[in-house]
């Protein structure tokens, strides 16, 4: 009834499923848990999109291709080619060079 609360935080992250953060307990997904091998690709990815930014004054450009086929994927462009304009371009280099461009 009296444990310290670094104690108690030890004991809680120490059984893996809650962790003390901000001031509050929250429920965590346990690092030994088989689900983090269905989100690790998924994390993975968005970190190499992340990396892959390119920032001009106000503006970015990224692009990544789909796992499936790197010949495939899409592009985006804000205000780093062409100024105040949001573009978003979908790529298809298989067989021959298809490019679908939405402005907005």
């Known amino acids: 009834m009296h444990i310290p609360y670094e104690l108690l935080h030890k004991i809680l992250e120490y059984y893996g499923r809650i962790k003390y ?26 970190l190499e999109i992340i990396k892959r930014i390119e920032f001009d004054g106000a503006g970015f450009y990224f692009a990544f291709s789909f796992d499936i086929c ?11 080619s062409q100024e105040n304009q949001f573009e978003i371009c979908y790529y298809d280099f298989r067989y021959n060079i298809t490019q679908i461009r939405t402005y907005l």
């Open 21 to 46: 953060k901000n001031g509050r307990y929250i429920n965590i997904i346990h690092k030994h848990d088989e689900r983090y091998n269905r989100i690790f690709p998924i994390i993975t990815k968005k």
């Open 70 to 80: 790197n010949s495939v994927g899409l592009a985006y462009d804000y205000n780093f």
